[in-house]
């Protein structure tokens, strides 16, 4: 496969750079900047010191011998981003754009949140790096995970609420795009997620990417050879793209997203936007999207916010076409099982997003081989989750 | 053969005039009214108009008009309903009509299929504010066969590449977005706005029109001293929304259009 994006922040047919001319220099000064910063071994080592230092990197490769026993088939490795600082994955990508933002001498920076988790951790960097921040939630996102919006606030931020369609991520993205544009000279935006107009997805990707890495160099150290699967789950997909993409070029890898089937793909109300949507341009990139026949974009529904959102990142629709990774989905109900299970059996709360990729664990470990391997993201802790699975379970805190 | 848009342009120079192109969102409050309004804002002296799809995600909108999309939308418009409703109304009226979509809707549609029967419906132009031109290339070949005008935006933050890249793929005329934001915000630096239409001047000849914060003919008045063409969008819809469970709200509509041209008018006047 060759590797991608192309200059025009294409992979294959999806991508591009479907924004508003005055969002355009903005990208292409960002993509200029990005590309010097990539190869400046200042910049690198400063971002290495912090992933260190800061976020607590590497995380490890834990083997989850209990869960593998109770399952009764793959060995299943988690690869712990829950240990990273604030609580997920998201801090990775935050760091590395903060030190951009530092770089292009942008005073001030915004960005969208579903759960919270990117939201926190980019109030984190604001505070980390002194800059002014200011994040983006849907009001419905707001009362899901109350929590972080207390935890961006106490961390300096301004959190705006979205009162508009679905009152989530989606709208909150809308909404960090038209300050964006309002205030471009000034501003930065840190979008979180391998969405959006190029160089965004392939970034936020290179960003995340050290999550493969490791876990690559991990698990040949604890095995000594490559896994058989890895499993992750996918909102707009940037923990999932962390994780596959050391592993692209390992064709014996299988690679599986586990999208948000809410109350069930048959039922309309989810986020399975490979089940039930077809390719089309939303907050500025072609991808796979959940839209009806006229191009009104859906709305979604799951129990996670991070992963309630009606398009996919265009490089997981590209790795789809290609055959090269495969997409499923697992509904509420599982997830919310598999959340329990991994509580109970290892001690690991997990965020309800990577709770998906557990429930997907829990489908096909036990068809698997003894012997083989799988590599689970748990790419967030669920920390955050317990008050609002407490009002599902209808238990008064 | 030149565009109905082209000749309206050419026209209006000849008279010493600009051009008021006058912003509608399709089906705010329905398509019946929508079709009315096009009729009585011609007779009020609007040039083009600009006629919205709305879309459930516009991300260069402000406030006023994401609120007229949502309005359009529970009305049950379509971007197969707004193209009946044109072929109803080029019985009607000959004036230009530009629809302003977002990708998606086009994309969805088809994009042969859609440059199509926009065409044949008496579409003339498309302004598509989330497709810059180098995005655009697959939507060129229809467009042109189906003899569609693409209509491309320069913004305050466009460098002079982008000026001249943009600027000379623009068919029509050039849309030039006075302000950095979102449609309804506050037009300010006037000064600006001429210095950067001058500087488009110089790489085509297509008219330039501008438009993002136009609110009050007075504004109309000032941005027709530098521009060929003035849009006005959100203020035209915020008159819309206030009237909109009115008998008269069409006539107060009217009544905007006209006190926006009559400033333009004016002030075109003494400047000769």
Known sequence: MDSVPNKQGRFGAYGGRYVPETLMPALLELEQEYARAKK?????????????????????????????????????????????????????????????????????????????????????????????????????????????????????????????????????????????????????????????????????????????????????????????????????????????????????????????????????????????????????????????????????????????????????????????????????????????????????????????????????????????????????????????????????? | MTSKIDRTFARLRQGGEKALIAYVMAGDPSLDMTEQLVVELEQAGADIIELGVPFSDPIADGPVIQQAAERALRSGTSLRTILSMITRLRTRTQIPLVLMAYYNNIHAFGHDRFCHEAAQAGVDGLIIPDMPPDEASSLKGPAAAAGLQLIFLLAPTSTAERRTFVARQSQGFVYYVSLTGITGAKLRNLADVGKNVEKIRKVTHVPVAVGFGVATPEDAANVAAIADGVIVGSAIVKQIAAHQQKPEMVKRVAEFVRSLKTAMRAAQSKSR
């Not at chain 1, 990197?57 to 593998?68: D, K, Q, V």
């Not at chain 1, 994955?89 to 903060?98: D, P, T």
């Not at chain 1, 590209?318 to 290892?346: C, I, N």
């Open chain 1, 40 to 397: 400046d071994r200042r910049f690198q080592s400063e971002l290495a010191y912090y992933l260190k230092h800061y976020v607590g990197r590497p995380t490890s490769l834990y083997f989850a011998e209990r869960l593998t026993k109770r399952l009764g088939g793959a060995k299943i490795y988690l690869k712990r981003e829950d240990l990273c600082h604030t609580g997920a994955h998201k801090i990775n990508n935050a760091i590395g754009q903060g030190l951009l933002a530092r770089r292009m001498k942008k005073p001030r920076i915004i960005a969208e949140t579903g759960a919270g988790q990117h939201g926190v951790a980019t109030a984190t960097v604001a505070a980390l790096f002194g800059l002014q921040s200011e994040i983006y939630m849907g009001t419905e996102d707001m009362q899901r995970q109350a929590l972080n919006v207390f935890r961006m606030r106490l961390l300096g931020s301004t959190v705006t609420g979205v009162d508009a369609g679905s009152r989530t991520l989606k709208d909150a993205i809308s909404e960090a795009m038209r300050d964006w544009t309002t205030n471009i000279r000034t501003t930065h935006y840190i979008l979180g997620s391998v969405l959006g107009a190029h160089p965004y997805p392939m970034m936020i990707r290179d960003f995340q990417s050290i999550i493969g890495r490791e876990a690559r160099r991990q698990i040949l150290a604890a095995e000594g050879r490559l896994p058989d699967c890895l499993i992750a789950c996918v909102g707009g997909g940037s923990n999932a793209m962390g994780l596959f993409h050391a592993f692209i070029r390992d064709k014996k890898v299988k690679m599986v997203g586990v999208e948000a089937g809410g109350l069930g793909v048959a039922s309309g109300k989810h986020a399975a936007r490979f089940a039930g949507g077809k390719p089309g341009v939303l907050q500025g990139t072609m991808t796979y999207l959940l839209q009806g026949d006229d191009g009104q974009v859906n709305l979604t529904h799951s129990v996670s916010a991070g992963l309630d959102y009606a398009a996919v990142g265009p490089e997981h629709s590209y790795l789809r076409d290609q055959g090269r990774a495969e997409y499923t989905s697992v509904t509420d109900d599982e997830a919310m099982a598999a959340f329990d299970l991994l509580s109970r059996e290892e001690g690991i709360m997990p965020a309800l997003e990577s709770a998906h990729a557990i429930a997907h664990t829990v489908k096909v470990a036990p068809t698997m081989k003894k012997n083989q391997l799988l590599v689970v993201n748990l790419s967030g802790r669920g920390d955050k989750d317990v008050q609002h699975i407490a009002k599902i379970r209808g238990i008064t805190l």
